[in-house]
């Protein structure tokens, strides 16, 4: 079959097995044509979770997203669209070294990003999005702060709540943490008077240099919301998003031989009609218990995110 055709018969298996197709923003633009929702993780799961009449759910990105879904959803059958698409940040502290870091830290609360894997989560107090960091732990009522895993986006908010102790652990994003200094000044030489959008998961002296800090939908509505050219530092999924949205417009990928997830862009159409067919994939499995565990982390982001 061609991608016509591909997405075509693509269209028909949804219906024929009453799967709902959601596709994280950084996927490849051909499986965004052919998802009932795209947008960033937490939202994907939120949408599916008021979803009620839908029983199975094909997610197109990495584990940590799938496994969100099902915390929320589950009731639901949550298939991950390709079974090695993981993210690398999601397990880069493990649930023992957290734990061990409770027992010696009694008063330290531990806020995880969303980026993380369900076992994490059910070891941390609070979850957070890139968009409700800072409002969540300037919310918190511990005075110190252990944000897993990502030191950009903890360097980032702890910028923002000057009041909190907080305590970065060392891990990032590989894909984000590898745009340079010098990637942000060779756009604005190549791009003279175009704003600069980054996502926080990008190193703190390269976030320093852009106009504008923000989450994928962020960054999205920020460029919807300006006149001006941009250029779009977070991975290539949303600059070609924007592209094709709006093909007036000047949006320019910064560093764009670094900023594509090889673990985002695993997945195929191929791939996503076999799964949808229950030949591909992998169906998401979690321990009730666990889940209780990792749902109470986001029912306090949701407490204290609003
Ligand atoms: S872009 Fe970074 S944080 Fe997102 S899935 Fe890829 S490795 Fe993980």
């Not at 061609?2 to 219906?15: D, F, V, Y």
């Not at 298939?79 to 940040?89: D, E, I, Q, W």
């Amino acid at each position: 079959m061609n991608t016509s055709e591909l997405k075509q018969a693509i269209m028909q298996a949804k219906k024929d097995t009453g799967t709902l197709v959601l596709a994280h923003t950084y996927q490849d633009p051909d499986i965004i044509d052919i998802a009932d929702i795209s947008g960033d993780s937490f939202a994907l799961s939120k949408a599916a979770a008021k979803m009620p009449e839908v029983r199975r759910v094909l997610l197109c990105g990495v584990r940590f997203m799938a496994d969100t879904v099902k915390i929320l959803s589950p009731e639901k059958e949550v298939v991950l669209s390709h079974r090695k698409a993981t993210c690398p940040m999601a397990e880069q502290i493990s649930p023992e070294r957290v734990r061990a870091f409770r027992q010696e830290n009694p008063d330290v609360c531990v806020c995880a990003y969303i980026n993380t894997s369900t076992e994490l989560k059910a070891e941390c107090d609070v979850c957070v999005t890139s968009s409700t960091a800072v409002k969540i732990v300037s919310s918190l009522p511990s005075k110190k702060v252990l944000f897993i895993p990502d030191q950009n986006l903890g360097s980032y908010v702890a910028k923002f709540v000057p009041e909190k102790e907080i305590i970065l652990w060392d891990g990032c994003c590989p894909t984000h943490h590898s745009v340079s200094v010098k990637d942000v000044q060779d756009a604005k030489a190549k791009h003279p008077g175009a704003k600069i959008a980054v996502h926080p998961e990008c190193r703190k002296e390269v976030v320093a240099l852009c106009d504008f800090i923000g989450s994928t939908s962020e960054i999205i509505n920020y460029c919807k919301s300006v006149s001006d050219d941009v250029v779009i530092a977070t991975e290539k999924g949303v600059c070609d998003k924007l592209s094709r949205d709006y093909p007036e417009r000047g949006f320019f990928q910064l560093a764009p031989t670094k900023l594509v997830c090889p673990n985002m862009k695993m997945t195929t159409l191929q791939n996503v009609y076999d799964a949808i067919l229950g030949n591909f994939g992998d169906v998401i499995e979690i321990e009730e218990e666990l889940r209780l565990k990792a749902k109470r982390s986001i029912d306090n982001m949701l407490k204290y995110g609003g």
